[in-house]
Every structure is written in C-alpha cells, then in structure tokens.
C-alpha cells in the first residue's frame, strides 16, 4: 500500500522559516519523481514544486521559486520541503504526492497523495 505522511507544519510568524517532511513507503521511492503542492484555504491545488528521482533537478513555481527548496533523503524514503520568508499568504495545508504537475494542474486523481500538514503564517 502507498503511504505518503507529512509532518512539520504549524503556526509561524510572518518571515519565519519550517521545514516540512513527507516519509513515503509502498513504492520504489527512489525512483520516482515528488511534489509539493498546497491548497489556500478556499483556493484550489497550487502546485509548490518538483524534484527529480535523485535529488539532483528541482522546478520550482514561480510564485514560490527564491523562497523554497525541495530536497529528498532516498535512504530515508523522505522528501523535504523548507520554506523561507514566510507570508500570510502562504497559509494552507501542503501535501506531497508522486504525481509530477509541472505542466498539468494538480490532481487528486493522479498519483498517491498524503493527508497533508497545515501551516499558518500569522502575527
């Protein structure tokens, strides 16, 4: 079964940094591609970013591209999202999936999906 849990969310103020895990187990981790994406209260899926099978090639969107860095430990079959110079706006739950949404929006019918960590930015 394809298990995908974050953790690491919580409140922060405005400027402050989390770094988000996701541990992955029920599938060759260490050959497939991960992202991030996050849902704004409200607002629908946004993709976040993507990283390639080895850690090597990350795409970021533009929105969050500066701000944030994907890395992935594939012995730990965990991916990492750190997020920086954080913004109210970037208040909402963040999920990891092995969909890869670099050119289609994100889709829940596409990949596995976690349960998601929130994070709240605010003063």
């Known amino acids: 079964e394809v298990q995908l849990v974050e953790s690491g969310g919580g409140l922060v103020q405005p400027g402050g940094s989390l770094r988000l895990s996701c541990a992955a187990s029920?599938?060759?981790?260490?050959?497939?591609?991960m992202t991030w994406v996050r849902q704004a209260p409200g607002k629908g899926l946004e993709w976040v970013g993507t990283?390639?099978?080895?850690?090597?090639?990350?795409y970021y969107s533009d929105s969050m591209k500066g701000r944030v860095a994907i890395s992935r430990d594939n012995n730990q079959n965990t991916l990492y999202l750190q997020l920086n110079s954080l913004k109210t706006e970037d208040t909402a739950m963040y999920y990891c999936?092995?969909?890869?949404?670099?050119?289609?929006?994100?889709?829940?019918?596409?990949?596995?999906w976690g349960q998601g960590t929130q994070v709240t930015v605010s003063s």
């Open positions: 999936t092995n969909g890869d949404f670099r050119k289609v929006p994100p889709n829940r019918s596409i990949g596995a």
């Open positions: 029920g599938f060759n981790f260490r050959i497939t591609w």
């Open positions: 990283i390639d099978a080895s850690g090597i090639d990350t």
